[in-house]
């Protein structure tokens, strides 16, 4: 499988149509005024698309991925926490202490850690998968933040931690990150991918002050001068981190599985537009999780063609807002198995 294109297009098979027809078929024939359900009929007819069968299992055994790294852009600036702040949290993940821990715990799902290149070096730990491409990517206003041999690497580690998710029994993945100064990598490449301008898509990331934040969009416009290929895999390695790569090569692997994988913010939105760029038929097994407050999400989002399944003003990152989207999405898909259709009701 090539992570930079054809073949790895090739070996995505778009959604089942006829599926997602019998599905629409179904909610429409249920005990209720049609539409009713609002959005919750979408994501059942999308279930079934992505499953290839009416009515779609429910999606059990809900795990997210959190890819974890840190970016040279930092030294520029963007951030008001260093690096170092990374590790510190990647520690806190896997304690078990972070809201990612307390809103998986509360929705039943695992979390899987994985260090896709944090610099601050990460104590061993049972539940951290140790996949460091480099200890953070380089200044992208120096250069590419990755190599295109790095970035494949990083993309690699993505689908290999998201197949071996879905080989242990998960029916739905979210996806997330944790990596201080990410949301400028994030920022940038919704405006690569989107042709969104650099003053549209920057937020204040993790409450950065208004000289940060202004910073933050000089950085991004930088950058998108510095680097004018929008050669989808370029885009990627010039202005992305490890982790977008990360969440990018898990979103690849969920489609291959045809399980549905749950988008979290802007980080995962803008890994979820490479993905897209690079692999189109990705496109359909993506839910987008929650609507971030970060304003790059909505343009990634609409590019995308997704509307959030929940918006809560969130904007924390770490696969919190994916997580909390998981029990409307199996509850979408209960319903097709659980309600009664309006035959019976009527008959």
């Not at 599905?23 to 009929?41: F, H, I, T, Y």
């Not at 049972?126 to 200044?139: K, N, Q, W």
């Not at 790095?150 to 990150?177: K, N, P, S, T």
Request: with cysteine; glycine share 10%; aromatic share 2%.
């Amino acid at each position: 499988m090539s992570v930079n294109g054809q073949n790895g297009l090739t070996s995505v098979a778009p959604v089942d149509a006829a599926a997602a027809a019998l599905a629409r078929e179904a909610v429409d024939a249920l005990a209720k005024p049609p539409g009713s359900l609002g959005r919750m009929e979408d994501l059942a007819v999308q279930l079934a698309g992505i499953a290839g069968v009416c009515p779609p299992p429910v999606p059990h055994d809900p795990v997210a991925l959190v890819f974890a790294a840190d970016h040279g852009v930092v030294a520029r600036g963007v951030s008001r926490w260093p690096r170092e702040v990374t590790a510190a949290m990647v520690a806190q993940l896997l304690a078990g202490r972070a809201a990612c821990n307390a809103i998986a715990r509360t929705v039943g799902a695992r979390v899987v850690v994985t260090d896709v290149g944090v610099a601050t070096p990460v104590a061993p730990h049972p539940d951290l998968v140790s996949r460091a491409v480099a200890p953070g990517t380089a200044d992208m206003l120096q250069g590419p933040a990755m190599t295109a041999h790095e970035m494949a690497r990083a993309v690699q580690v993505g689908v290999d931690v998201a197949r071996a998710a879905v080989e242990a029994g998960a029916g739905v993945v979210c996806v997330g990150d944790m990596g201080i100064g990410n949301t400028t990598a994030a920022a940038a490449l919704v405006a690569a991918y989107t042709g969104a301008g650099a003053a549209d898509v920057v937020g204040r990331g993790a409450a950065s002050d208004d000289a940060t934040v202004e910073r933050k969009r000089d950085v991004v416009a930088q950058s998108l001068r510095r680097h004018p290929s929008r050669d989808p895999g370029a885009v990627l390695a010039n202005l992305g981190g490890f982790e977008h790569a990360g969440m990018a090569g898990a979103v690849l692997a969920c489609a291959l599985a045809r399980v549905p994988v749950v988008l979290d913010g802007v980080n995962a939105d803008a890994a979820a537009l490479a993905a897209a760029a690079m692999w189109p038929a990705t496109r359909g097994y993506m839910i987008a999780g929650h609507r971030s407050r970060e304003p790059g999400a909505a343009a990634a989002l609409g590019h995308l063609g997704l509307d959030a399944v929940i918006d809560l003003d969130m904007r924390l990152g770490e696969g919190t807002g994916a997580l909390l989207a998981v029990p409307v999405i199996q509850a979408a898909a209960r319903v097709l198995h659980d309600m009664a259709r309006l035959d019976e009701v009527a008959g």
